[in-house]
T-cell receptor, first 111, second 115 residues
């Protein structure tokens, strides 16, 4: 079983739509959680950390459910520039700062 | 502040050859991590270096090896290249006191193609 699982998509949504991505992780001892964004042929870049109480950054809202080992990302009012692959990332606190990445969910926002 | 830089940007090698990829860490960062990202997959942890010693390793064979230098820059060496080694290789640096709850910030990667 993979450490982090995501729906690979693709998600094709019109501009202005709200879209949600989900992710599950296998290790209940995981300590920290992130969403990264990756544009085509570029490196992943941190979008936001995910906190237990949930957190928001502008149009982006991240939620964590430790009991269900589930992480979500909600994007409101989608923009064309939101088109990218979104990677769910978990740190299992193994001693090294070892991040486990999902395969990513591809989003295309359509005009 | 200078971020993480990697070289070369692109590289083409033949099966069986050896390759060395380089990474300069961000100023003030003494820990370097390497990841491999195959097409359509998320990055996978190769290993991490701290104070010139390996400090954690993922599920990669011994032909993947590394070095860290006193200035905290790092190399990833891959011997006996295989076609499946074709991937984007990412380097990230972090300060020693960042703890295991900090995100990583990657360099722009080296795209390796093995033919």
């Amino acid at each position: 079983r993979k450490e982090v699982e995501q729906d690979p998509g693709p998600f094709n949504v019109p501009e202005g739509a709200t879209v949600a991505f989900n992710c599950t992780y296998s290790n209940s001892a995981s300590q920290s959680f992130f969403w990264y964004r990756q544009d085509c042929r570029k490196e992943p870049k941190l979008l936001m950390s995910v906190y237990s109480s949930g957190n928001e950054d502008g149009r982006f809202t991240a939620q964590l459910n430790r009991a269900s080992q589930y992480i979500s990302l909600l994007i409101r009012d989608s923009k064309l520039s939101d088109s990218a692959t979104y990677l769910c990332v978990v740190n299992e606190r193994t001693g090294a700062n070892n991040l486990f990445f999902g395969t990513g969910t591809r989003l295309t926002v359509i005009p | 502040e200078t971020g993480v830089t990697q070289s070369p940007t692109h590289l083409i090698k033949t099966r069986g050859q050896q390759v060395t990829l380089r990474c300069s860490s961000q100023s003030g960062h003494n820990t370097v991590s390497w990841y491999q990202q195959a097409l359509g997959q998320g990055p996978q942890f190769i290993f991490q270096y701290y104070r010139e010693e390996e400090n954690g390793r993922g599920n990669f064979p011994p032909r993947f090896s590394g070095l860290q230098f006193p200035n905290y820059s790092s190399e990833l060496n891959v011997n006996a290249l295989e076609l499946d080694d074709s991937a984007l290789y990412l380097c990230a640096s972090s300060p020693a006191d960042s703890g295991n709850n900090s995100p990583l910030h990657f360099g722009n990667g080296t795209r390796l193609t093995v033919t």
